[in-house]
């Protein structure tokens, strides 16, 4: 005999919804961590697969690891997979493109939809959403390619003498400069443009680099990011060994509070779902500045989320997993229909 499965529920953070029928169904489950892509963030994503993969492994689903591009997307013709695991950061990953595919496919898949997806990519557009929602940001200016040096100037003057400057879409801090000096950072700027299209200039914040992971509706704890350079950038990420990831820093209750509550407001600003990690510069004078959120964040060795988690008491494996059946259970029994057998469903 075989039976329809359908939604049965949803789980938090805290809390399961399997009953030991259900768990059966899950052990089962096909995944596919979609990984690699086309962006300058790849080798990053094909570290955040494998270690996906391996956690799901262990968590006791069947695993299937795709490198996909925009020419070869084969693998989502596949009609027997539950839930398909999106792990490509930055272009075509993490900007909503794959996920309005996945979307207009009917598939299931994690993390936040196309609209949440693009506006957490653009720094512009989200910086705007959470200031709307009442969270700290610091001033920023938008530089276009050709735009003219006095221009970018004028609009900085009174802001300081220390800037940070950023492509407005990309991640994993790749093209992120720190530069001292108004004629230095326009010029910073416009080349920053011509490689990677608009840019935006912050003035540098002292403080302490800090972020908070989300997973689901529960903030995760504040780790402290501490470089031997004093930049956060793309080697202190991924390959210098010496970053420090401090728990237990922010010694005010309050700003503890604060910390963790702009990130959750962060998250529903852009209608995040599932998981998601906010970074913030918490100042010398206590107030913590929102700078983005990372939709896709890393989960490699060095990677801050499954850190918050597994202070939190998740595994890597129990991270993954809970991504997994969070994302499985969210779509409507008529989208979300597979076949068991009887013995297995619990009525």
């Known amino acids: ?120 990519f653009d720094k512009i557009v989200s910086k705007n959403r959470f200031a709307a929602a009442g969270v700290a940001v610091a001033p920023t200016i938008e530089v276009s390619r050709g735009m003219p040096r006095g221009d970018i100037e004028a609009q900085l ?6 800037f940070v400057v950023k492509p407005v879409r990309q991640g994993s801090s790749v093209g992120v400069y720190v530069v001292d000096g108004l004629p230095t950072v326009a010029a910073c700027a416009l080349k920053v443009c011509e490689e990677f299209g608009d840019c935006m200039i912050e003035p540098f914040v002292r403080g302490r680099e800090i972020t908070v992971g989300v997973l689901g509706h529960e903030t995760l704890p504040i780790i402290e990011i501490r470089s031997k350079t004093g930049f956060y950038d793309y080697h202190a990420k991924y390959v210098d060994d010496r970053t420090e990831y401090l728990f237990d820093t922010v010694a005010d209750a309050q700003v503890r509070a604060r910390i963790s509550r702009d990130a959750s407001a962060c998250f529903d600003a852009l209608g995040c779902r599932d998981f998601a990690r906010v970074d913030f510069i918490l100042s010398d004078d206590g107030v913590p500045y929102a700078l983005e959120i990372n939709t896709i964040p890393g989960f490699t060795t060095h990677s801050l989320l499954p850190k918050a988690a597994a202070r939190a008491g ?12 969070t994302s499985f259970y969210r779509k409507p029994v008529q989208q979300n229909v597979r076949t068991v057998d009887s013995d297995s469903v619990c009525f």
Do not use: N, W
């Open 314 to 325: 998740l595994s890597m494996s129990q991270l993954c997993v809970r991504i997994v059946q």
């Open 157 to 162: 003057a009174g802001l300081g003498e220390r």
């Open 1 to 120: 005999m075989r039976l329809f499965f359908g939604r049965v529920g949803r789980m938090g953070v805290g809390r399961s919804v399997k009953s030991s029928h259900a768990a059966k169904v899950e052990d089962s489950m096909k995944v596919v961590v979609l990984q690699g892509g086309v962006g300058r963030e790849r080798e990053v994503s094909l570290q955040s697969g494998r270690c996906i993969a391996e956690a799901l492994r262990e968590g006791g689903m069947e695993v299937v690891a795709s490198d996909i591009t925009p020419d070869d997307m084969s693998v989502l013709d596949r009609s027997d997979i539950d839930v398909f695991f999106v792990a490509l950061h930055g272009q075509f990953g993490e900007d909503g493109q794959l996920q309005q595919i996945l979307e207009d496919r009917g598939l299931v898949y994690t993390g936040c939809g196309p609209e949440a997806s693009r506006m957490a």
